[in-house]
């Protein structure tokens, strides 16, 4: 069964410091997408990044970055100079074509110190 | 601002009654899915319509069922209610495209709370 783990309930970081958020994931396939999604108070739902599994390059979007280790089957986020305006959970998410359904995983809660 | 809009934002109910969520998608989106997010869990999906047809289920009881109409706009019926049916409920749109790994933009949410 293709299954999305989340080991941390909740991370806290100090306001501008750097937080890595982990996630593994269970699959045979080779081919599939994972995703990182951002869940503020608001409780909308937002994309931060995305990371296709056929490339070895990890995915950047400005502060966000990934540590994508296929063999490992883990899929960290990493978030630089962290601002107030990060806190949220976090949830990472996998897709693969065949389900045609994300994966999620149980969620981190950020939480940012002043 | 996603571009998907659910209605209502907050509904309150009974047990025992029936309720229908309404999703309208991003304008141009095929694909319509939707979730279920219990207090403080993660997200389950239910359901995915593309172009009005049913391509995936998740795990959606049998009290609850859903539709994509002509305009694409979408409905997830909730009958039966229980208590643990309190939760919140997000749409979400893809683009048109049949390989869904493209980025899904979620509705604002209806919080549904059974009483």
């Known amino acids: 069964a293709q299954t999305v783990t989340q080991s941390q309930p909740e991370m806290s970081v100090q306001e501008a410091e750097t937080v890595t958020l982990s996630c593994t994931y269970d699959t045979s396939e080779s081919d599939y997408y994972l995703f990182w999604y951002k869940q503020p108070p608001s409780r909308q739902m937002i994309l931060v990044i995305r990371?296709?599994?056929?490339k070895q390059q990890n995915a950047t979007e400005n502060r966000f970055s990934v540590n994508f280790q296929k063999a490992a089957k883990s899929f960290s986020l990493k978030i630089s100079d962290s601002q107030l305006g990060d806190a949220a959970m976090y949830f990472c998410?996998?897709?693969?074509?065949?389900?045609?359904?994300?994966?999620w995983g149980a969620g981190t809660k950020l939480i940012i110190k002043p | 601002d996603s571009g998907v809009t659910q209605t209502p934002k907050h509904l309150i109910t009974a047990t025992g009654q029936r309720v229908t969520l309404r999703c309208s998608p991003r304008?141009?989106?095929?694909?319509v899915y939707w979730y279920q997010q219990s207090l403080d869990q993660g997200l389950q999906f239910l359901i995915q319509y593309y172009n009005g047809e049913e391509r995936a289920k998740g795990n959606i009881l049998e009290r609850f069922s859903a539709q994509q109409f002509p305009d694409l706009h979408s409905e997830l019926n909730l009958s039966s209610l229980e208590l643990g049916d309190s939760a919140l409920y997000f749409c979400?749109?893809?683009?048109?495209?049949?390989?869904?790994?493209?980025?899904?933009?979620f509705g604002p949410g209806t919080r549904l709370t059974v009483l």
């Open positions: 998410a996998y897709w693969v074509d065949s389900n045609y359904q994300l994966i």
């Open positions: 304008s141009g989106d095929l694909s």
């Open positions: 979400a749109s893809s683009t048109a495209t049949l390989r869904d790994s493209d980025e899904q933009f």
């Open positions: 990371q296709e599994a056929y």
